[in-house]
């Protein structure tokens, strides 16, 4: 599976941007899909995961009711709505696939990594 995120951008604080992780690969239905961000000079840190059919999604507290995840297994593409964002979300933001969907965040349930897409939130 190779992974491709995209629709980062420079915003305001307070708006909203999308992006997409666009998937090849015939089994990607079957992956868990993890969301991630790092800032430079600090450690990926766990956004959200959701389940191969969208029916479950995990958040991390710093993120929960303001971003949301959603699917198109069709599409191969998985979404990351993100509102009400703050300067502390500027990231660079990664996708990543995994068999198993679990809700402790650890990277190394991910087997495939996307390359990232730069979020920047203006203050």
């Known amino acids: 599976v190779q992974l491709q995120a995209s629709g980062g951008g420079l915003v305001q604080a307070g708006g909203s941007l999308k992006l997409s992780c666009a998937a090849s690969?015939?089994?990607?239905?079957?992956?868990?899909m993890g969301w991630f961000r790092q800032v430079p000079g600090k450690e990926r840190e766990f956004v959200l995961v959701?389940?191969?059919?969208?029916?479950?999604?995990y958040y991390a507290d710093s993120v929960k009711g303001r971003f949301t995840s959603s699917r198109d297994n069709a599409k191969k593409t998985v979404y990351l709505q993100m509102n009400n964002l703050k300067a502390e979300d500027t990231a660079v933001y990664y996708c990543a696939a995994g068999r198993i969907y679990r809700t402790d965040g650890r990277e190394s349930q991910y087997d495939y990594w996307g390359k990232g897409t730069l979020v920047t939130v203006s203050s």
């Open positions: 690969g015939r089994t990607f239905s079957s992956y868990a």
């Open positions: 959701i389940n191969w059919n969208g029916g479950n999604t």
